[in-house]
């Protein structure tokens, strides 16, 4: 089968993974009041939910590279989604929606690992560019989804929003059945050991390279999740701003990053991708230091979209960090990658709920800057040995 055509499948799974956290931005502030929960309530919400993605990349991502099933992961990935925020919908008490938004956690990292890994083996030499146009499908998503989310809620319940929108990953997980290929997995080690958990926790925490591209996935993850859940509460608490608009404002800091993330990852095939990623991270904390001061119109979307384009750098950060370890350990380099991301941004996130009740919302913005500009110039410190280079060489000769 083409690596063109699993591309394409893939990138469209990723656009549906992703749906609902841009469905989520709009809908979250009318949810919030309807059942009646503060800032600190979703942060508690979504802290959960990345402790529960966190558990479910780690457990899958060692699923993936020891048992293999991508074909199903994927498949599962797609209905659970759509099914727990359906359930979601139909839900009116603060820890039964906590417990299921904590079940989309889990749905949702499923995802990963195989896809991620799958592109990994099949783009030896140009994973940037192939995770990059992977990332693309998620961009597009998130920028499509809040848009519609937000003229939805000029006309229906946040409730029918969910519903109408789970068709699309119900529809996904259909497709899937039907046209993905599988995809066998390795499940032994370069010198032909079977595989087993022992080799994965080795591989991974003795390699300070990857340790450290994952503290960055993290700070990038928390910006996104940051922005996507607490803008909307800014604007409409600092400006009255409408769901249409806010719809507007968290798709174009989305589709910033639809071009921005395939060129940038094209590029780092070519050029140090370490310089890509602190360049970015720091003219991205730049950004986020301005949106309390530029206001509620044009120049505050100029601003997100600056932000979303600087910081369009997830396929580099992966394009990097599968580059640290051996290719049959891709799975676990994702499944570590997401896990870092939940921790770090579920932490985050909590600490900005607080933030906002205590000092207002647009401390927030100030809180993730700063993260961004404590973290990256570590990244200057740590070397890297570049295993697919090595593997690409050995094929050669």
């Known amino acids: ?3 063109s055509y699993v591309l394409l499948l893939l990138t469209i799974g990723h656009l549906f993974e992703h749906w609902f956290h841009g469905v989520i931005g709009p809908v979250l502030p009318f949810l919030a ?44 990935c797609m209905a659970s989604i759509g099914i727990f925020h359906t359930a979601i919908s139909l839900s009116s008490s603060f820890w039964m929606i906590a417990f299921l938004f904590w079940l989309t956690g889990i749905a949702t990292h499923i995802w990963h690992p195989p896809a991620m890994g799958i592109l990994n083996e099949k783009f030896i030499d140009r994973k940037g560019f192939a995770l990059g146009i992977h990332g693309t499908g998620s961009n597009i998503g998130m920028t499509i989804a809040p848009i519609i989310a937000g003229w939805m809620l000029l006309f229906l319940d946040w409730r029918e929003i969910l519903q109408i929108n789970s068709i699309p990953l119900i529809l996904t997980a259909v497709l899937f059945i039907f046209c993905l290929p599988s995809f066998p997995t390795p499940k032994r080690t370069s010198k032909g ?19 450290g591209v994952s503290l960055l996935s993290g700070i990038r993850n928390l910006t996104q999740r940051g922005i996507t859940l607490f803008l909307p509460f800014y604007l409409i608490e600092t ?19 639809i071009l921005p993330e395939t060129l940038i990852g094209y590029l780092s ?21 301005c949106i309390p001061y530029v206001g509620d119109g044009m120049a505050l979307f100029l601003t997100l979209a600056i932000v979303g384009s600087t910081l369009s750098i997830r396929s580099v950060l992966f394009a990097y960090a599968f580059e640290t370890t ?72």
């Open 239 to 257: 400006y009255k701003t409408d769901p249409a608009t806010i719809g507007i404002g968290l798709g174009i800091y989305a589709a910033a990053s």
């Open 33 to 76: 009041k309807d059942i009646g929960i503060n800032h600190t309530q979703v942060g508690i919400i979504f802290v959960g939910v990345s402790i529960a993605s966190a558990f479910s990349s780690a457990g899958f991502a060692v699923i993936n590279d020891l048992l293999g099933g991508r074909k199903t992961m994927l498949v599962v």
């Open 326 to 397: 051996d290719p049959e350990y891709s799975g676990s380099v994702v499944g570590l990658m997401f896990t870092n991301n939940q921790i770090i941004s579920g932490i985050g996130v909590l600490s900005i709920g607080i933030i906002s009740d205590l000092w207002g919302t647009d401390k927030t913005f100030w809180f993730i800057a700063f993260a961004c500009f404590v973290f990256t110039p570590l990244f200057l410190l740590l070397s890297k040995t570049n295993f697919s280079k090595k593997s690409m060489i050995q094929e050669t000769t």
């Open 269 to 289: 095939d070519r050029i140090s991708r370490k310089f890509i990623i602190i360049i970015a991270l720091l003219v991205g904390g730049v950004g986020l230091l």
């Open 193 to 211: 050991e079977k595989m087993t958990l022992k080799h994965i926790v080795e591989a991974i925490l003795r390699n300070p390279s990857l340790l």
């Open 1 to 3: 089968m083409k690596s």
